[in-house]
């Protein structure tokens, strides 16, 4: 596969085709969704990963699609300049390692919950937005098309926002899983490519509030 935009695509394809396919299919929602109970008592380990190709409706498709695809092509292209030829495969390993790693803290949490499941890119999404902020920190990211900010700005708030809607959990929304997936990206990016870092603090350093 040449590197650019075509592994997004295929994430991207992939996961829209088995979402779509669920979405009429309870019982393979069932199998693939992630049961830490079951996955701690039945060892179906498989669930970490295979939930991320699931989606709870549309709308949360839509926005995890859209996003991945915004943002899956600027990582991409860093990527790209970083990595050469195995870009690709570093890019399909990052994201698919991003969706596991964002779950093990559910997984941990709620492995002797029978009643709780999850499902959805998220995790994996959060890591590429966060791996393109500390690549262009200063690159504005609108709310909604409304709302612009620094995508360093829009980062904390994220995380902010993603911790303690986690501990108040009074939604069906995985928060932890787009906290963890967040700091994977980051975590992911300085750990590969430690110049990143540094570009990402000469960039803030440049920033002017007016």
């Keep these: 596969m040449e590197s650019s935009i075509n592994a997004t ?5 992939i996961t829209v085709f088995i979402s779509w396919v669920a979405f009429s299919r309870p019982l393979l929602v069932r199998r693939f969704i992630l049961n830490p ?7 179906q380990y498989y669930r970490f990963l295979s939930s991320g190709f699931l989606h709870g409706d549309f709308s949360h498709l839509l926005w995890n699609m859209l996003s991945l695809y915004f943002f899956g092509s600027v990582v991409e292209v860093y990527f790209a300049y ?38 959805g890119a998220s995790g994996g ?9 500390i690549f262009q920190p200063l ?20 995380l902010i ?3 303690y809607k986690g501990r108040a959990a ?24 430690p110049a990143s870092l ?9 920033w002017q509030l007016f």
């Design 9 to 13: 695509t295929i994430i991207i394809g």
């Design 37 to 43: 109970y079951l996955v701690s008592t039945q060892h």
């Design 82 to 119: 970083i990595f050469g030829e195995y870009s690709t495969w570093y890019f399909v390993v990052f994201y698919l390692m991003a969706v596991v790693v964002s779950d093990i803290p559910t997984f941990l949490k709620h492995r002797h919950h029978p009643g709780y499941n999850s499902l």
């Design 125 to 133: 999404v959060a890591a590429i937005i966060f791996a393109s902020i």
């Design 139 to 158: 690159q504005n990211i609108c709310i909604y098309f409304v709302l612009c900010l620094p995508g360093f700005i829009l980062g904390i708030a994220y």
């Design 161 to 163: 926002w993603s911790y």
């Design 170 to 193: 009074n939604d069906n929304i995985n928060h932890e899983a787009h906290l963890y997936g967040a700091l994977f990206g980051f975590i992911f990016c300085m750990v590969m490519y």
């Design 198 to 206: 540094m570009h990402f603090i000469e960039q803030l350093k440049s």
